[in-house]
């Protein structure tokens, strides 16, 4: 084909007259389909479906005419006023690509159709494996669709749940320990000017980097170091290089980086780094004082530490009912072998990577398999227990309805300091109140499995 009309996109190039092709139509509005339309479903490798779509040629001829008049109001052809060229000319000209596109759309209608019509659980594009078109006959198509396994709940009433007896247990409130804890979450930075850097302190600098291969320099940007704490910093062992210097002091040295170090820029490179100490903080413990509960909006030691045990209690309950949840969902999953999709599999395993870019970022090969091995088996056991949750919520037709929603907003609001108004119009939208609305409902379903298992302490 020599020329194209200069309007809309071209679809995939199909092949007709006994040909294949392997192209993913989008689905989307279906046509209605008559007796030649109904063909053959047939389940092939676990969860994929092969679909054996029959249309009659009168199908694929009203969109060739309907594409050939479409384009000819607004082709520019050499010969031809701008929007008057005869369809018949469109049709001569053009004759694969408005075949190309009456097929795919054909091909795309009955498809849909067909999903609707059968009640598939697609969870993947469809794939259009083979076609089979002679110019005036009827449309042959194979056309492949991955589909939801059938979930069958075990009996909740009888399946029980082994749990370690310390898993279960909720440590008592330790006031003093509880108390320690707190100021050591609150420590108030205090500047320091008159001693040199020491452990525990907070460092202010302007860094910036050189790559000794090419000795480019990076723009100096801030960076915030804390000294010899848990806390890891963005430069290995940069704590050591800055403890016992002060404040307006240049600092240059030299780091080599493994090929798999998590800064990508850095990997496998020797960099000079230029740091100049900027401010100093020490991090001081706040006495549990009146100036300070004040300044944390308690007028008495004992309204603090009223809020501060139930707190605690309440954290510790939840930390447990996640504990049983977990144990729930493991020996469930463990309970209810059944395939899962690919895609979804995919789909998991690819968040999970976007969520932490450094977790496959190895130079060990064998590390790097038995990452890949356990990310699958964790995205595996996400999946089958979402889809448990889900068999929960159609056999006990769990439902959310508007008071509840309405319950959970204002939660939502109270925890967050939100206004309700701005909760409530933030989640006005279709999509988020339909987002918000499946929430309550798995949490109504998990709730159920929690009613029904019955928990063993071991």
């Known amino acids: 084909m ?81 929007g008057k060229v005869p369809a018949e000319v469109i ?63 075990p009996d909740l009433d009888t399946f029980t749940v082994s749990i370690p007896a310390d898993q279960l247990a909720v440590k008592e409130f330790n006031e003093a320990e509880q108390v320690d804890h707190f100021l050591e979450h609150n420590r108030k930075r205090e500047a320091v000017s008159d001693r040199p850097i020491a452990a525990g302190d907070l460092v202010m600098l302007k860094h910036q980097t050189m790559n000794l291969d090419d000795r480019r320099m990076s723009p100096r940007k801030p960076l915030q170091v804390q000294i ?113 999709p690919d895609s979804l599999l995919h789909q998991e395993m690819m968040q999970a990577i976007r969520q932490n870019p450094g977790l496959l970022n190895v130079g060990d090969e064998k590390e790097k398999e038995t990452r890949i091995h356990e990310l699958q088996t964790l995205a595996a056991r996400n999946i089958r227990f979402s889809l448990l949750v889900e068999a929960v919520k159609q056999e006990f037709g769990v439902k959310a309805d508007a008071e509840e929603l309405e319950k959970r907003l204002r939660e939502m609001a109270e925890s967050s300091g939100v206004p309700l108004k701005e909760v409530r119009k933030y989640y006005a939208p279709a999509e988020r109140r339909r987002q918000l609305l499946d929430s309550l409902e798995k949490d109504k379903a998990l709730e159920i499995l929690r009613e029904k298992v019955t928990i063993k302490e071991v």
């Open 91 to 153: 049709r001569k000209r053009y004759r694969q690509l408005l075949i190309d596109e009456a097929l795919s759309e054909v091909i795309e209608s009955f498809v849909s159709e067909r999903i609707r019509k059968d009640n598939l659980q697609v969870v993947s594009r469809p794939e259009v494996k083979d076609v089979k078109y002679e110019e005036g006959g009827d449309l042959q198509a194979l056309v492949r669709v991955e589909v939801l396994p059938e979930v069958k709940l």
């Open 2 to 82: 020599k020329e194209k009309p200069q309007i809309g996109s071209e679809p995939p190039q199909a092949q007709s007259e006994a040909s294949s092709r392997d192209q993913s139509p989008e689905t989307g509005a279906a046509a209605p389909i008559g007796a030649d339309g109904e063909g053959q479903i047939e389940q092939s490798r676990d969860l994929w479906v092969d679909l054996d779509i029959q249309a009659p040629s009168d199908e694929v001829t009203k969109r060739i005419d309907a594409h050939a008049e479409r384009y000819a109001a607004k082709a520019d052809i050499p010969g031809f006023r701008k």
């Open 228 to 340: 010899a704490t848990e806390a890891a910093n963005e430069i290995p062992e940069l704590d050591k290089e800055l403890i016992g210097r002060a404040i307006g002091e240049e600092i240059v040295f030299r780091r080599k980086y493994p090929k798999d170090f998590e800064r990508k820029p850095w990997a496998g490179k020797e960099m000079e780094h230029h740091a100049t100490v900027e401010a100093v903080y020490s991090m001081v413990k706040p006495e549990l004082d009146n100036e300070f509960l004040k300044s944390i909006g308690f007028e008495s030691r004992e309204a603090f530490l009223e809020r501060l045990k139930n707190e605690y209690e309440k954290q510790s309950r939840q930390a447990r009912d996640e504990r049983i949840m977990a144990a729930i969902a493991e020996q469930l999953v463990e309970a209810n072998a059944f395939p899962i």
